[in-house]
T-cell receptor, first 115, second 111 residues
Framework: DTEVTQTPKHLVMGMTNKKSLKCEQH?????MYWYKQKAKKPPELMFV???????INESVPSRFSPECPNSSLLNLHLHALQPEDSALYLC??????????????FGPGTRLTVL | GENVEQHPSTLSVQEGDSAVIKCTYS??????FPWYKQELGKRPQLIID?????GEKKDQRIAVTLNKTAKHFSLHITETQPEDSAVYFC??????????FGAGTTVTVRA
């Protein structure tokens, strides 16, 4: 398996809902990432997990809560989101940080709409 | 932190012509420079990358050049085809997990 997969593909939620996004990879990568992308803009880094530990949080609001249950899975728990949080949420993975492991491979994304 | 500027923001070329996108970066310590292609509604796809110990890298119709002294790198697409139409993002990184992206270039190949 040489791809990063994400579920669901689309998600519509109200501001009071709780939902989760899921990301999975079976490439043996030990770094996993969450990005947020607005239309026609570059991806914005949200979180990085390295060896199942949170290593970077780009000052993301607490209504977004990441979780890395194991080296292949990454979740993003959503609660009390705002309409401006509507975006494409991308997961990515890489072998690891450092000079030989920077290649990041993206999943197809979850298109999130907050009503 | 690293700041990456990308030009042009839009580029329209006739099929068969070449396309060139340029990026400049601010942090001289950056040593990894990937290029991503994102078609409408699809994921960003890594198409080519270059490291600071190399000046040029080619893969079929795509090439990337790096000028460390001037702190800029460029993507060259030759013999453009309609399927090359997409948004292209450059990025720079220094030995960690953070990629600093350029703002993107929307490339349209006219048939």
């Amino acid at each position: 398996d040489t791809e990063v997969t994400q579920t669901p593909k689309h998600l519509v939620m109200g501001m009071t809902n709780k939902k989760s996004l899921k990301c999975e990879q079976h490439m043996g990568h030990r770094a996993m990432y969450w990005y947020k992308q607005k239309a026609k803009k570059p991806p914005e880094l949200m979180f990085v997990y390295s060896y199942e530990k949170l290593s970077i949080n780009e000052s993301v609001p607490s209504r977004f809560s990441p979780e890395c249950p194991n080296s292949s899975l990454l979740n993003l728990h959503l609660h009390a989101l705002q309409p401006e949080d509507s975006a494409l949420y991308l997961c990515a993975s890489s072998l690891a940080g450092g000079p030989v492991g920077n290649e990041q491979f993206f999943g197809p994304g979850t298109r999130l709409t907050v009503l | 932190g690293e700041n990456v500027e990308q030009h042009p923001s839009t580029l329209s070329v006739q099929e068969g012509d070449s396309a060139v996108i340029k990026c400049t970066y601010s942090d001289s310590a950056s040593n990894y420079f990937p290029w991503y292609k994102q078609e409408l509604g699809k994921r960003p796809q890594l198409i080519i990358d270059i490291r600071s110990n190399v000046g040029e890298k080619k893969d079929q119709r795509i090439a990337v050049t790096l000028n460390k002294t001037a702190k800029h790198f460029s993507l060259h697409i030759t013999e453009t085809q309609p399927e090359d139409s997409a948004v292209y993002f450059c990025a720079a990184s220094f030995n960690d997990y953070k990629l600093s992206f350029g703002a993107g270039t929307t490339v349209t190949v006219r048939a």
